[in-house]
């Protein structure tokens, strides 16, 4: 099967300027999520949707960051305006079913690079 | 809170010799584990994985865990380390009910040497 599919790979952005993430998950996956990964840490939830919907968004920035999964398929991921500390790895990554406790299946992420 | 602790940054193995990993959680429910691998410019592949039963479990490319609940560990092992498992290794717990993503500890960086 395809893998989760994540554009672009690499992006380099001023701080203050806007930059927007996709993702395209697994087919019938319904639970995706987008994580940060800040260089040497381990990666942290940003958002979590099943199918179209938010379900935690606790930790998203939201005064900067937004999300969305349109049609419960493909999802974009927004910052702006960006900040230094906003360089990381994006990851998204997509889940079958989470009430069996399945696995994520992780797309290759997005390095962003704030200057 | 639900945490995950690895309390080592980094481990050096000579090839051939064997890795254990150590991952401790925190996790208020029964916690669903889960050990991921990252080779550099990659995203995090699924090693293995618990649930419930056999408290050891099996994964992909000759890694296996064992659960101690009594200790809240999820130690990572491998018996004969080779060049190409380098690279950055994540525990991560959680759970099965919607908004219980999965949290995943800092990471333990393996280098293998000759």
């Known amino acids: 099967e395809a893998g989760v599919a994540q554009s672009p790979r690499y992006k380099i952005i001023e701080k203050r300027q806007s930059v927007a993430f996709w993702c395209n998950p697994i087919?019938?996956?319904?639970?995706l999520y987008w994580y940060q990964q800040i260089l040497g840490q381990g990666p942290k939830l940003l958002i979590q949707f099943q199918n179209n919907g938010v379900v935690d968004d606790s930790q998203l920035p939201k005064d900067r960051f937004s999300a969305e999964r349109l049609k419960g398929v493909d999802s974009t991921l927004k910052i702006q305006p960006a900040k230094l500390e906003d360089s990381a790895v994006y990851l998204c990554?997509?889940?079958?079913?989470?009430?069996?406790?399945?696995?994520?299946?992780f797309g290759s992420g997005t390095r962003l690079t704030v200057v | 809170a639900q945490s995950v602790t690895q309390p080592d940054i980094h481990i050096t193995v000579s090839e051939g010799a064997s890795l254990e990993l150590r991952c401790n959680y925190s996790y208020g429910a029964t916690p669903y584990l889960f050990w991921y691998v990252q080779s550099p410019g990659q995203g995090l592949q699924l090693l293995l994985k618990?649930?419930?039963?056999?408290?050891l479990v099996q994964g992909i490319k000759g890694f296996e865990a064992e659960f101690k609940r009594s200790q809240s560990s999820f130690n990572l092992r491998k018996p004969s380390v080779h060049w190409s498992d380098a690279a950055e290794y994540f525990c991560?717990?959680?759970?099965?009910?919607?908004?219980?993503?999965?949290?995943f500890g800092k990471g333990t960086t393996l280098s293998v040497s000759s």
């Open positions: 990554a997509s889940s079958l079913d989470q009430s069996r406790g399945d696995g994520y299946t």
């Open positions: 087919s019938g996956h319904a639970t």
């Open positions: 991560a717990v959680g759970g099965t009910q919607a908004g219980t993503a999965l949290i």
């Open positions: 618990y649930f419930s039963g056999d408290t």
